[in-house]
């Protein structure tokens, strides 16, 4: 006869567990939010359709910050743009996970000595996979993927948390490069 | 419709004919410009739009530092008439100041905030001119003067990231693109039969 005796587990036991069955739900099912900055962009649409089909790994687009697992920045990001990216990545549901797809999000690519564009963008939002190229092909950011749905499912995608835990520091590197986050123009007052 | 070339002969003669035109330059037969002094661009803007024309394309500016000026750039377009006309002017670099052209082409109110911002020029007459669009919180001079060095602004503002090494060869392996090179030689030598 088997036992139907068991160990209670403690609540972080419970607590990993349920996190585990909500990873594995998580990294088959990502929804993208496409930050389009940049020409990279331009990677994404045969990503997207029939020919590399990301559909097939169970990813879609979405077209609001408050349902999407993954922000996707594509390229360059200038001071303008980083103000209201930071809005879109605080606006996001945890867990949040950032791909950055291009030389520019890594260290400027070719605008690393423009006065508008930043250089590295994991300092001012954490960043869980980089794809390099300038720009990179469809292979690669579809790797780019399949290595996100790797270290989610090997607990290594943890930059939200890291936004946490060193929250000073980012914001602090944000109020370097921007002065103030807040957004103030006609539109916004 | 006549043919563009005479459609450039037009315009010269609105304009020569009652404007002092410090500078003429036909670019294309599509395109003329004209250098005229900074009081007659209002008036010679209002003869072009009574005249057809109606679209402000763009509104720009030029630095040029050892001349100590600036050159605001007027490019206007006709719908029934191919030809672009630019208006340019110089303004002194110190305090430029141009009186805006809002009343004349409303359109112009985007193009003045974005050249006050991007080159200092005042534009008074068009309300709200100096308030921030493109460029956010700025704190420096404006980016477009040729005496802004933008690679000492990224510099300063934006951390570089840092590789410890730029290339380790672990293996000890020769470089392909050496081997690459050899390879071509040799073919060559083998095409010319072993001359050089």
């Known amino acids: 006869m088997l036992s139907t005796k068991f160990t209670k587990l403690s609540k972080e036991e419970v607590d990993r567990k349920w996190w585990e069955i909500g990873d594995f739900f998580r990294r088959n099912s990502l929804w993208m939010l496409m930050y389009c900055t940049g020409c990279c962009a331009i990677e994404l649409p045969p990503a997207m359709t029939s020919a590399y089909d990301m559909e097939r790994l169970g990813m879609g687009p979405m077209a609001t910050p408050r349902q999407a697992d993954v922000l996707l920045v594509t390229g360059y990001l200038s001071l303008k743009t980083l103000r209201r990216l930071i809005y879109t990545y605080e606006q996001m549901s945890e867990p949040k996970y950032?791909?950055?797809?291009?030389?520019?999000?890594?260290?400027?690519?070719?605008?690393?000595?423009?006065?508008?564009?930043?250089?590295?963008?994991?300092?001012?939002?954490?960043?869980?996979?980089?794809?390099?190229?300038?720009?990179?092909?469809?292979?690669?950011?579809?790797?780019?993927?399949?290595?996100?749905?790797?270290?989610?499912?090997?607990?290594?995608?943890?930059?939200?948390?890291?936004?946490?835990?060193?929250?000073?520091?980012?914001?602090?590197?944000?109020?370097?490069?921007?002065?103030?986050?807040?957004?103030?123009?006609?539109?916004?007052? | 419709m006549t043919n563009s070339m005479s459609n450039v002969k037009m315009v010269s003669e609105i304009i020569e004919n009652s404007y002092k035109v410090l500078?003429?330059?036909?670019?294309?037969?599509?395109?003329?410009?004209?250098?005229?002094?900074?009081?007659?661009?209002?008036?010679?803007?209002?003869?072009?739009?009574?005249?057809?024309?109606?679209?402000?394309?763009?509104?720009?500016?030029?630095d040029w530092p050892e001349e100590n000026e600036f050159e605001l750039v007027y490019i206007v377009f006709n719908w029934d008439k191919a030809v672009h006309i630019q208006i340019r002017t110089r303004l002194n670099r110190e305090n430029p100041v141009m009186n805006?052209?809002?009343?004349?082409?409303?359109?112009?109110?985007?193009?003045?905030?974005?050249?006050?911002?991007?080159?200092?020029?005042?534009?008074?007459?068009?309300?709200?001119?100096?308030?921030?669009?493109?460029?956010?919180?700025?704190?420096?001079?404006?980016?477009?003067?040729?005496?802004?060095?933008?690679?000492?602004?990224?510099?300063?503002?934006?951390?570089?990231?840092?590789?410890?090494?730029?290339?380790?060869?672990?293996?000890?392996?020769?470089?392909?693109?050496i081997a690459r090179e050899e390879r071509k030689e040799k073919i060559i030598k083998v095409r010319k039969g072993g001359r050089k």
Not at chain 1, 131 to 150: Q, S
Not at chain 2, 42 to 56: C, R
Request: aromatic fraction near 12%; include cysteine.
């Open chain 2, 23 to 62: 500078k003429k330059e036909v670019i294309s037969q599509y395109q003329v410009s004209f250098e005229v002094n900074k009081d007659d661009v209002h008036s010679i803007l209002t003869l072009l739009k009574t005249s057809g024309w109606i679209q402000l394309s763009y509104l720009s500016a030029i």
């Open chain 2, 100 to 177: 805006s052209i809002l009343p004349i082409f409303p359109g112009c109110k985007y193009y003045e905030r974005e050249t006050h911002e991007f080159f200092g020029i005042k534009f008074p007459g068009n309300p709200g001119h100096e308030k921030q669009l493109i460029l956010e919180e700025w704190d420096d001079i404006p980016p477009l003067r040729k005496d802004f060095d933008p690679r000492a602004y990224s510099d300063r503002k934006f951390v570089k990231r840092e590789y410890s090494n730029d290339f380790v060869n672990l293996n000890g392996e020769k470089s392909k693109q």
């Open chain 1, 98 to 189: 950032v791909v950055g797809i291009g030389s520019c999000t890594i260290n400027g690519g070719i605008y690393h000595d423009s006065h508008a564009v930043i250089n590295q963008l994991n300092r001012y939002v954490p960043v869980d996979v980089y794809v390099a190229g300038c720009m990179p092909n469809t292979e690669a950011v579809m790797n780019g993927f399949v290595d996100l749905m790797g270290l989610i499912k090997t607990k290594k995608a943890n930059g939200w948390k890291d936004y946490h835990a060193r929250n000073e520091w980012y914001m602090a590197n944000q109020k370097a490069a921007l002065g103030e986050v807040k957004v103030h123009d006609e539109f916004h007052e």
